[in-house]
């Protein structure tokens, strides 16, 4: 049976490298994990807590295609704690984790063919769900002096949408508000669809990340439960979309996944109560950050940009060798 020539896409090396320790593990070899980004902590107690009591008394059957009407409400509220803003929850689409919003937001937005600028160094799933999609990843490179982040200068003319993500994978670093609007405002100027990957939102360590939100309604925006609230393995995330794209996206979801796991949504419920439970792991992300800023130049690593958020450092090895995987 032939494949698809869409399938040809690159693998994400994370996984293959966690599938390669899963089976020295198996070997019975220890192994210390630093190839996936994921806190080293369970899901907060409140959320364990809200799944023990539902798989008593709930059947957990489907939900509606859109999320619980409670989980959506409270991220809506969630909006308002951290930056100020009133998101009507009809905004708001629950998703099979982040994945699952970007397969939905490409979908809904863009046609076989779309140019789709994304920062390089960048997250590499972005390229490869948009040319499994027969979309064109457009790489925009951008520089240490930038601090890693795409800048309006730097993007082609002839772009049908753009992905940012602050704080970024792999660097860490942030877009401040001036520099967020040029960026939404340079996509519109070109009648580009702009997507704000927000995932790493809440992990930052002094200045806040500002949402995309902030600046324009006219965005995608995607977060997820799985870095803040340390629920990665739960897959369960959120977008949130212009109000007349909400059916876009529904009728999308309904087709490719019905609704996100009930049990997950549940959890992520629970675990919107459990802020207190997140900031004390933040704290350790915070201590963390001091240790490898610390330790980094002493191992010879001197050229990188401080992360502002997530819980990544990305070093420029080009003095130390031609061949990062090698030398990894």
């Known amino acids: 049976m032939k494949n698809s020539r869409r399938s040809a896409v690159d693998p994400f090396i994370v996984m293959d490298v966690m599938e390669a320790a899963r089976r020295e593990e198996a070997r019975g070899r220890h192994i210390i994990h630093m190839e996936v980004g ?21 059947a957990m059957g489907y939900t509606v295609a859109l999320g619980l009407p409670a989980l959506r409400e409270g991220i809506a509220s969630l909006y308002n704690d ?122 930052h360590y002094e200045d806040r990340a ?50 996100a796991p009930h049990v997950a949504q549940i959890a992520a419920i629970g675990a919107l109560s459990a802020r207190d439970e997140c900031e004390a792991m933040r704290a350790t992300y915070v201590e963390n950050r001091r240790l490898m800023l610390d330790g980094l130049p002493r191992a010879g690593f001197r050229n990188f940009a401080p992360p502002d958020g997530a819980f990544y450092v990305y070093a420029d090895v080009s003095d130390l060798t031609d061949d990062s995987r090698a030398f990894a």
């Open 38 to 58: 994921q806190p080293s902590t369970p899901a907060p107690a409140k959320a364990r807590e809200a799944v023990a009591r539902a798989l008593r008394d709930d």
């Open 210 to 259: 500002v949402s995309a939100l902030e600046i324009s309604d006219d965005v995608y925006v995607i977060n997820s439960f799985s870095k803040y609230f340390s629920m990665t393995g739960w897959r369960v995330g959120w977008m949130v979309v212009p109000p007349d794209h909400v059916r876009v996206v529904e009728r999308l979801a309904q087709n490719m996944f019905i609704c």
């Open 82 to 203: 951290w930056y100020n803003l009133e998101i009507d929850p009809g905004r708001i689409i629950v998703t099979a984790g982040s994945s699952g919003a970007f397969l939905l937001a490409f979908t809904a937005l863009f046609d076989t063919g779309a140019r789709v600028g994304l920062g390089a160094p960048g997250y590499p799933s972005y390229r490869h769900i948009l040319s499994a999609l027969g979309l064109r990843p457009v790489s925009i490179e951008t520089r240490t002096e930038n601090r890693l982040q795409p800048v309006p200068g730097d993007l082609p003319d002839a772009l049908d949408g753009l992905i940012v993500a602050s704080p970024a994978n792999p660097s860490g670093t942030m877009l401040n508000a001036p520099a967020l609007e040029g960026l939404i405002d340079a996509a519109h100027a070109r009648d580009a669809a702009f997507i704000s990957d927000e995932i790493y939102h809440g992990l």
